[in-house]
């Protein structure tokens, strides 16, 4: 790729020009947003693109939205160009949202199972098994299957949102002595999924369904009971963080609120004035007439990962593999080392030299820890 000079940039006030993440418990209302988005910004739904991924197709019920279905990689990677070569001749789409984040996992997974097989020349039935285990397999759909999708048609222009699902999960502040951590309302992704999208997209959103309830008592005698009723609901999606909620931008301080409450049946023109009333508060200088320093490319995904996502790859490989040796010689040792001639026998059936650290192949090195932990 050649050099380019570096240039200012300058963020412009529309929603187009930033990715959006997602997530919500069910039935939240997200794929419905994208749709009144898409028709309060343009009046079009023709300018906005549904890709419905995988199993996840929750669209039979909204009129005027704009969807394809896509069930593997090779197929979404030919979406993904003919979106990028043929804009502005055969259409004219600025946002495309992937639904759902877990399905589009689901086929980057699959993806990454098939290349593992075919680089590698061994069986694998499962994504931790995947370019020999030790969360290679995770790593490499996340950073060489799903972020070069994403990436690609951010480079080109396009407006991205990735649709999620919620789960409560044990948060742990790294470096902290704590290892109690505390409960957070985040994606249902493995961490390898859900740092990608992350580190992809502009903006974390959180959607939840408050629920106020009251006791009632009912019945008399030994038949009285109390019970819970549920008396209203109220759908909030936060754009801060809370104790309780992950969610998060690239806003300024107080740029954002940090929640807007749904309570209309077409929330598209309220959330597009929040975002991009966040974009203008975020700015650092006043908006001009002159056309944005940056300008989008035109990129070929390629069906293949790239060269730094490959390396990528191969150096998570390679800790792993680091690490799986350190083992063994620290098991070899407590049983004996050298003075152990059965120690010995087992190291040389995988390196015959006898020496650990001549191993090659994760998978080699992984079974050979493992005989020698039974052995303990």
């Known amino acids: 790729m050649a050099f380019k000079k570096p240039v200012v940039n300058r963020i412009t006030a529309d929603i187009a020009s930033i990715s959006i993440y997602i997530r919500s418990t069910k039935k939240f209302g997200k794929t419905t947003l994208f749709r009144d988005v898409i028709m309060a910004k343009y009046g079009d739904p023709a300018r906005g693109l549904l890709i419905a991924c995988g199993n996840e197709q929750g669209f039979a019920m909204l009129d005027n939205l704009n969807v394809v279905c896509i069930d593997n990689y090779k197929d979404l990677v030919d979406l993904c160009n003919w979106l990028i070569k043929e804009k502005g001749k055969e259409h004219n789409i600025e946002i495309v949202a992937f639904d759902t984040a877990d399905e589009l996992a689901l086929i980057a997974d699959k993806e990454t199972i098939a290349r593992s097989k075919e680089e590698t020349g061994k069986p694998c039935k499962s994504i931790k ?61 493995t961490p390898q999924m859900e740092s990608a999208f992350g580190d992809c997209l502009d903006v974390v959103l959180t959607g939840v369904i408050d629920r106020d309830t009251e006791k009632r008592t009912e019945g008399s005698g030994q038949f009285k009971k109390t019970k819970n009723y549920l008396t209203d609901t109220v759908r909030k999606l936060y754009f801060r963080e809370t104790p309780l909620i992950d969610a998060g931008g690239r806003f300024k301080m107080d740029a954002v609120p940090e929640y807007m409450v749904f309570d209309k049946s077409d929330m598209g023109a309220d959330f597009i004035k929040v975002i991009e009333d966040g974009i203008e508060n975020s700015r650092t200088v006043a908006a001009t007439t002159k056309e944005p320093t940056f300008k989008p490319e035109t990129v070929e995904i390629k069906y293949d990962a790239d060269e730094d996502s490959a390396l990528s790859a191969q150096a998570q490989v390679a800790d792993d593999l680091k690490s799986i040796k350190a083992q063994i010689i620290s098991v070899a040792k407590s049983l004996g080392g050298p003075n152990n001639e059965t120690v010995m026998n087992t190291i040389k059936e995988f390196a015959p030299s006898g020496n650990p650290n001549s191993l090659k192949d994760i998978s080699k090195a992984k079974e050979l820890l493992e005989k020698l932990q039974a052995m303990a």
């Open 129 to 189: 098994a995947a370019f020999g285990g030790f969360q290679a397999g995770p790593e490499y759909s996340a950073n060489n299957v799903v972020k070069p999708i994403i990436s690609g048609l951010k480079k080109s222009g396009f407006g991205i949102w990735v649709i999620a699902h919620t789960k409560f999960k044990t948060i742990k502040e790294k470096g902290s002595l704590d290892d109690s951590g505390w409960q957070q309302l985040t994606s249902n992704l």
